[in-house]
């Protein structure tokens, strides 16, 4: 594992040897960066610890949902002014709770940045990735966030790179996603309340796409992109976690659920439900304000691509080798 020096975090850096010889006894310390090769992506340390996961009524933007009498989403909006009309036999449900408390145990490692095309394209070299080499839809390879995966190709992602490494590498659960995406915060966004801001902290609809698109809801702001943005073009939350509003969405590992009543409580993937959709979180480069919110969700089938989704990837701490 190569320790990776940092400007922009104010990390603790420890040698490759006291990582590997101390990790079986303890976790090294919260904010450690570290690389297990150079073409791995570069992890964080988080520390463990409970947040209330969800979003709290009075949460402009939550989530709400339709759902008809075999249980499937009509119509969804995260814009309070949209009525969302509800037939007999239909159900109108916010997704985004009830709010409950999560409890991580033990720390664990993320990526400091969404998966890469360089990362994905190491990947594909290696023999691994099923040799998928993604569409980047005329933005660019290189440090852009890896787009038009889906939920399988993730997962071949993280296990060729397990593989490689001799480490458990995963998919972030929904819950971890939403405490590394907070931070320690409890407002809708990890830097503030309201939308104010965006362009200083996520990629996302604004004036660049309101010129393209003059029918979107976007940020009174401009950031200079107009689809994917390099990854750490925006300044980072408080564990320095890049990107995690906006960009891409982010595949997590947890089957759909339309309410977290009856999930998990410690920290792991929600892995009963309907499983042929997984949950996304973050949002992307085309969404609106109201939806680049910790707690907002997205249900995808798991064999869809799309240009506004990719996924951000998490470790284990403890030894595999």
Do not use: K
């Not at 997962?155 to 490494?165: F, G, I, K, N």
């Amino acid at each position: 594992m190569t320790p990776v020096p940092r400007m922009a975090l104010a990390a603790t850096i420890i040698p490759t040897l006291a990582f590997s010889t101390s990790i079986a006894a303890q976790a090294p310390p919260p904010d450690t960066v570290f690389r297990d090769c150079l073409s791995c992506p570069e992890m964080v340390v988080v520390p463990a610890g409970t947040f209330i996961m969800g979003s709290p009524e009075s949460e402009a933007g939550r989530l709400r949902a339709v759902y008809d009498e075999d249980g499937t989403a009509i119509r969804w909006t995260t814009i309070d002014e949209v009525e969302l009309e509800v037939e007999p036999g239909q159900r109108l449900v916010v997704v985004e709770g009830p709010q409950r408390y999560v409890t991580f145990e033990s720390p664990f490692a993320v990526g400091v940045y969404e998966v890469t095309f360089d990362e994905w394209d190491a990947c594909a070299r290696a023999g691994g990735c099923g040799g998928v080499i993604p569409d980047h839809e005329g933005w660019g390879r290189g440090r852009r966030p890896v787009i038009n995966v889906n939920w399988d190709e993730a997962q071949a992602y993280v296990r060729w790179l397990s593989d490689e490494t001799g480490h458990e590498y995963r998919l972030l659960s929904e819950a971890e996603w939403e405490y590394v995406a907070r931070a320690g915060t409890e407002t809708a966004r990890y830097w503030v309340e309201s939308p104010s801001g965006q362009c200083r902290y996520a990629n996302g609809a604004d004036a660049v796409a309101l010129a393209s698109n003059p029918e979107w809801r976007t940020a009174a702001c401009s950031d200079g992109h107009l689809g994917t943005s390099p990854v750490g073009s925006y300044e980072p939350n408080a564990i320095g976690l890049y990107d995690v509003m906006g960009n891409v969405w982010d595949w997590t590992r947890d089957c759909w659920n339309e309410r977290y009543s009856g999930g998990p409580v410690d920290g792991s993937a929600w892995e009963s439900g309907d499983c042929s959709t997984r949950v996304q979180r973050g949002g992307g480069w085309a969404n609106e304000p109201e939806a680049l919110r910790s707690a907002n969700r997205s249900r995808v089938p798991v064999g869809e691509r799309y240009e506004t989704a990719g996924f951000r990837i998490a470790r284990n701490l403890a030894r595999v080798r």
